[in-house]
């Protein structure tokens, strides 16, 4: 039976590092590539000594998929194939291509000066990686090989993701990588065909939780920021360079511009404008209102938020401020935040993950005293707020793609085990399909059932109803003969005469015998008159003849009886059959060993 | 009380601590991370404390647990290793302790991370214990570093570092042919550990490893193995590139290379790698222009192919670098830049120059890319105009200029160019092009002493740090030029001459007035102030190199420099007394009131430095076991859990 198997090599019951290893008709197909922000050893890469101890990646792998531009989900790229060592095709979409690069570069710059990192990352690692990048576009097939189809669907959750679908022959996978199955601010839902596959490979983060939606979570983003700035105080939002930070602008350019505020937000990094030229560039990928509006006015040109020059951070009065890095362990967002963490009227808000050890971790631990380099301490006596803006799909979400495209079979990964076995006993429930959650490491081997439909002679059809059967029904399956051909990808069912007739062969006819020694002193005809007798004794319903040419006839098998020429006493049976009777001679010579009964 | 802790031993101040390091030693169930902290805080410890480090660097003790298996145990240990290998004295425990065999074994580790660390370990105590230079190469900037750091490196047993060269050079012969076709992977791993040492070392170290691994480079290359072939052109090219001994097993790499690569010179080939950008056609095409511009015959026996080939490469490389994908684009245009570098390397430019494509072909080819709208192309484009600096120099000897129109158009790029990469190349090509200038010529051209001034201004105000980073590296070259009294800019890496001005201190006034024109001074003290870190500690560094050079006089100096009322001068105005209304300010007095050594001791500590400290860890352990007990301990876990 063809079989399906999936082994997630980062991302089995837990959230980072999303790689997983799909093997489907002979093909073997990375899904993502991410690193963990979380570690700087091993633990940061998936483990791709599972393919390595075997041979190369290149040869091993027939592509490498995106799904969107995350660093826990392409991080590990430039690592892998200019590192461990991968030449084949990566593909992902045109916004996640032109993205992925200034997240990675954002990375490098950040770790290039820390003694603890092993350094992996150079621009030019990340720019040859981005040179094996295929892009993808939504919904058009894209033929990685004679056999191997992809095609991407729309994904939601952030600029350019896409959730895709595998598939070779009549067998396929979907994976979904990160989405978000309702549209937010800038960026619609996702959506996918009822494409019925194999397995549906599914991030489950949000797995028990029913989110209230992203729209209360902005609500009280704005009242936070509106409070602080209303008793005059300044508020720090650190970033990273692209993603949050475009969407956490539109959220106050539009809130500033209704409520008329006056106070200035400023931006600190000088990516602004390259991310806000890439929203502008892919604004097909954003939702409906944000195209509508483009024609009015481009959302992204922001009226409100300025670039930010380090000499205002000590400017008198309200002011909010977007600075990198995002968690608050270095550069620009570190300087700020080191002079108004002593002023109780300032606020910082954290919309996002930080690694153990940053500043940023401290903080939102509650850390009041923070000891800085040179062996200073800092007060912390500013507000600390975290925020969760990310868009992952709740269990609600999850349950809504399943009825979408109707898969055959569930597979959680990208979220935590004890959430993961809720959802799933849930799906099993609700859905009747087997549902998996392998951990990293681990494969989950899925068997398929691909149904081969082929063409039928009519000549054929009626010859079996002539045998008095009745027509091929679904449910009652029967046996029929004919010759299979295969000829340009169809496949047909015809008699053999007329598979003979299209091929142009000749028929030969084959036959088996076979010699039986029989002890047995009586005559000649004697002795095949009682095989006769003891065939037909043993074979009701068979056409058994005893032909005046001294030879018995079992449908097609002759028998012959002739004496042996050194033993009188005993008889040998000559019994032959051509090879569609095969079944029948073998019986027929197993049962005249034995002997024939004796003359009661 | 910094102080009273060095005075006393750790074990009197903090017994926990080695309790603690005991207990974790010796309890074989306990997690691997938490060993692998142990063992990292026993090496940053080292310096004070020497009563445990038998005991937690001895391997056995972790294999016999079989802890050893885990890579974070691994990991640790390298980590722990390279603090302790910070003071001198470690390197006879090192040898005495026979960590040298292991540490050798992880170079090959089936962990990346493991493997890698244990590379720059390896690199780091070859280089560190190195003895100082005596002719020829110069001392690694490393340890330029260190002496501007004010640690000078104590004397150590030479024994034991020939020891531990003599350990490398024997582990060398013998790992690097790879025993089977499995271990290819290691051999690859090793040759690039090699090409990384030979870059690095000084002569006497430089000549003993590549003597040992001279005989394995010949033997990779008779066995060809196809997925060696990029690490082995790496190792010949840096070996090349220094000295021209040991000719005759360079000749003997080519060749087999050669026969390997098999037409490693026709036209399929060359277009193959235009199309692909990877790193391994790219070293392949470098081998490749290598041989066709090697005038002799011995090691370039397809003489006859060439002049067919180049007119083929020339038309292939015309249509490639207007390409529709960015990607072949790139390629193209960093090959042009490459085979400008090559011909410059070759001995004899008039014999090779026919065989290339000519500068007036390349550079209106280049000139384009600039315009490209993928930031990519115009950083290579910058970088491979740079490259073909040298390669005028070299064929004319004359001063090396761009045309002007060239010069405007890279001004413009670092004004208003949106992406940090073409930036940092427009400040690296005017970098490249003053040291060139400055090092073949009595007299730079007007253009680039028209040109730098702004060039220092707006590279030391962008929003990349690199780009400032780069920045003062041109302020370096200028520094060190208009101080030594003459153009010849020293090597980079020259230990520093300091230049005594007791005799002419008027030309110093000159100097420091030239300094202050230009911008290098404001351009160092902005970028003293900088929020990121690595501009900070290079503005820091040439300061106090400035600072010193200053104090050889014994006249007082008058010349100003320019406040401004924003940003920088605002720091220095809160830091200096009596500043609080000026518009300018002494140089020297200025360079004497900020605590520099104080900065820079500062500085010199990564960015991690808070994340990676002990006292760090444990504050956050602290803290963690305060949130857990909290009843809302579930807001605390969604922030780990919610990644993006």
């Not at chain 1, 793609?401 to 076995?421: F, T, W, Y």
């Not at chain 2, 065989?355 to 115009?378: G, I």
């Not at chain 2, 890496?493 to 201190?505: C, I, W």
């Not at chain 2, 104090?551 to 609080?580: D, Q």
Request: proline share 5%; with cysteine.
């Amino acid at each position: 039976m063809p079989e399906i198997r999936v082994t997630p090599l980062g991302a089995g019951q837990d959230v980072g590092r999303s790689c997983i290893l799909v093997s489907i008709g002979g093909k073997n197909i990375m899904l993502d590539c991410g690193m963990h922000m979380g570690y700087n050893d091993d633990r940061r890469f998936p483990d791709f000594s599972y393919i390595t101890q075997n041979g190369r990646l290149t040869d091993f792998l027939d592509c490498v998929i995106i799904s969107h531009f995350h660093l826990d989900h392409c991080g590990a790229l430039p690592y892998m194939s200019e590192m461990v060592g991968y030449d084949g095709p990566i593909y992902m979409t045109h916004p996640t291509k032109a993205i992925c690069p200034i997240l990675l570069e954002d990375f490098r710059k950040i770790t290039v000066d820390k003694k603890g990192e092993t350094n992996f990352f150079t621009s030019q690692m990340i720019k040859d990686c981005m040179k094996k990048v295929v892009p993808l576009n939504l919904h058009q097939t894209v033929q990685v090989d004679d056999e191997l189809e992809i095609k991407a669907y729309y994904a939601g959750h952030v600029l350019g993701a896409a959730m895709v679908q595998i598939k070779v022959g009549s067998e396929s996978v979907v994976y979904t990588g990160d989405y978000n199955m309702t549209p937010d601010r800038h960026l619609g839902a996702a959506w996918i065909d009822k494409c019925r596959p194999d397995i549906l490979i599914s991030e489950s983060t949000y797995a028990t939780t029913i989110r209230d939606s992203k729209r209360c979570r902005e609500r009280d983003f704005l009242k936070k920021v509106h409070e602080s700035i209303e008793r005059g105080g300044k508020v720090l939002i650190p970033v990273f360079a692209l993603g949050r930070a475009q969407e956490l602008c539109i959220l106050l350019e539009t809130f500033w511009e209704r409520m008329n505020l006056k106070a200035p937000i400023y931006f600190s990094t000088g990516l602004t404008e390259k991310a806000n030229h890439y929203y502008k560039l892919f604004i097909t990928w954003t939702n409906q209102k944000i195209r509508k509006t483009f024609v009015q006015r481009n959302m992204f040109e922001f009226k409100h938020i300025k670039p930010f020059d380090r000499s205002y951070a000590d400017n008198p009065g309200p002011m909010v401020v977007f600075a990198t890095p995002g968690m608050l362990h270095a550069g620009q967002s570190l300087q700020i935040f080191k002079k108004w963490a002593g002023n109780e009227k300032n606020m910082v808000i954290m919309p996002g993950y930080c690694v153990q050890g940053t500043i940023g971790h401290k903080i939102l631990n509650g850390q009041r005293k923070l000891e800085m380099e040179g062996r200073s301490t800092l007060d912390v006596k500013l507000q600390v707020e975290y925020m969760s803006f990310s868009a992952h799909a709740d269990a609600k979400g999850i349950m809504q793609l399943i009825r979408m495209a109707e898969p055959r079979n569930m597979l959680l990964v990208h979220g935590e085990a004890v959430k993961m076995e809720f959802l799933k006993g849930k799906i099993e429930q609700e859905f009747s399909i087997n549902c998996y959650m392998p951990a990293n490491g681990e494969t989950e081997t899925v068997t398929t059932n691909p149904s081969v439909p082929v063409d039928i002679s009519l000549n054929l059809l009626k010859r079996e109803m002539t045998l008095g059967g009745p027509l091929p029904d679904l449910k009652k399956p029967r046996t029929m003969h004919g010759t299979l051909i295969m000829k340009e990808n169809s496949l047909k069912l015809v008699s053999s005469e007329q598979a003979l007739k299209e091929l142009g062969l000749n028929e030969h006819q084959l036959r088996f015998t076979c010699r039986v020694q029989l002890q047995d002193p009586h005559s000649e005809a004697d002795t095949l008159h009682r095989v006769y007798t003891h065939i037909k004794s043993v074979l009701k319903g068979y056409t058994i003849q005893h032909l005046p040419d001294g030879t018995v006839m079992v449908d097609s098998i002759v028998i012959k009886v002739s004496a042996s020429a050194e033993d009188a006493s005993s008889k040998i049976l000559l019994l032959s059959w051509s090879y569609q009777d095969e079944d029948l001679g073998s019986f027929l010579s197993n049962l005249l060993k034995k002997g024939l009964p004796s003359i009661c | 009380n910094t102080e009273a802790y060095r005075r006393t031993s750790l074990h009197e101040s903090f017994p926990c601590l080695l309790e603690f390091i005991s207990s974790v030693t010796h309890n074989p169930t306990t997690d691997p991370a938490i060993i692998a902290f142990m063992i990292k805080l026993t090496g940053l410890l080292a310096a004070t404390d020497h009563s445990t480090l038998d005991q937690v660097f001895n391997t056995k003790h972790w294999q016999e647990s079989s802890l050893w298996d885990d890579p974070s145990v691994k990991s640790g240990w390298v980590h722990g290793l390279r603090s302790m290998m910070q003071h001198p004295r470690a390197l006879s425990f090192f040898v005495q302790s026979e960590l040298m065999d292991q540490l050798l074994k992880l170079q090959t580790d089936p962990s990346l991370f493991v493997a890698s660390s244990a590379n720059q370990l390896l690199v780091h105590i070859l280089l560190f214990y190195q003895p100082p230079a005596t002719n020829g190469k110069h001392p690694t900037p490393e340890v330029e570093d260190r002496t501007h750091n004010g640690v000078e490196p104590p004397p150590f047993s030479s024994t034991d570092y020939n020891a531990v060269v003599m350990a490398i050079c024997v582990y060398l012969r013998e790992s690097l042919p790879p025993k089977e076709q499995m271990n290819l992977q290691d051999s690859a791993r090793l040759l690039k550990l090699v090409a990384q040492i030979l870059s690095e070392a000084s002569p006497p170290l430089w000549g003993q490893l590549f003597e040992a691994a001279c005989g394995s480079l010949e033997d990779l290359v008779a066995a060809g193995y196809s997925q060696l072939t990029l690490p082995l052109i790496e190792v010949i090219l840096v070996a090349h590139r220094y000295v021209q001994i040991k000719v005759t097993v360079l000749h003997k790499c080519y060749q087999g290379l050669l026969k390997w690569t098999g037409s490693s010179t026709n036209r399929s080939l060359i277009s193959v790698q235009l199309r692909e950008g990877d790193a391994h056609n790219r070293c392949t095409l470098n081998f490749t222009v290598y041989i066709l511009k090697c005038p002799s015959q011995s090691v370039c026996p397809c003489g006859v192919l060439i002049d067919l080939f180049l007119s083929d490469l020339a038309q292939l490389v015309s249509k490639r670098v207007c390409d529709l994908r960015w990607e072949v684009r790139d390629s193209t245009v960093e090959f042009l830049g490459q085979q400008a570098t090559q011909t410059s390397f070759s001995v004899d430019p008039c014999q090779s120059s026919p065989l290339l494509l000519e500068e007036r072909s390349t550079v209106p080819l280049l000139r384009e890319a600039l315009q490209d709208q993928e930031s990519y192309v115009r950083a290579s484009a910058v970088s491979a105009l740079a490259q073909t600096l040298q390669f005028c120099l070299v064929l004319f000897s004359s001063t090396v200029c761009p045309q002007a129109d060239i010069v405007t158009k890279l001004l413009e790029i670092l004004c208003e160019d949106t992406e940090g990469f073409s930036r940092r190349a427009v400040v690296q090509f005017f970098t490249s092009w003053f040291s060139h200038t400055s090092s073949s010529s009595s007299s730079l051209p007007p253009l680039l002493m028209t040109s730098v001034p702004s060039v220092l201004s707006r590279g030391s105000s962008d929003l990349d740090w690199e780009v400032k980073v780069h920045a003062l590296e041109l302020a370096k070259l200028l520094m060190d030029s208009t101080l030594t009294g003459h153009t010849g800019a020293p090597h980079p890496y020259a230990a520093m001459s300091r230049p005594t001005f007791s005799a002419l201190d008027s030309s110093l006034e000159d100097a420091l007035k030239k300094l202050v024109d230009s911008g290098v001074v404001s351009a160092l003290l902005s970028g003293l102030f900088d929020c990121d870190r690595p501009v900070g500690l290079k503005a820091c560094q040439l300061l106090i190199r400035l600072r010193e050079t200053l104090e050889t006089s014994a006249e007082e100096s008058a010349v100003k420099c320019g406040l401004p009322s924003f940003g920088w001068g605002l720091e220095i105005r809160a830091l200096v007394e009596n500043l609080s209304d000026a518009e300018s300010v002494n140089v020297r007095e200025v360079l004497r009131c900020l605590d520099l050594e104080g900065r820079l001791d500062f500085l010199s500590q990564s960015s991690d430095h808070v994340q990676n400290s002990p006292l760090s860890l444990l504050k956050d352990i602290l803290t963690a076991r305060g949130v857990h007990s909290h009843p809302n301990a579930g807001e605390g876990q969604e922030v780990i859990v919610d990644c993006y």
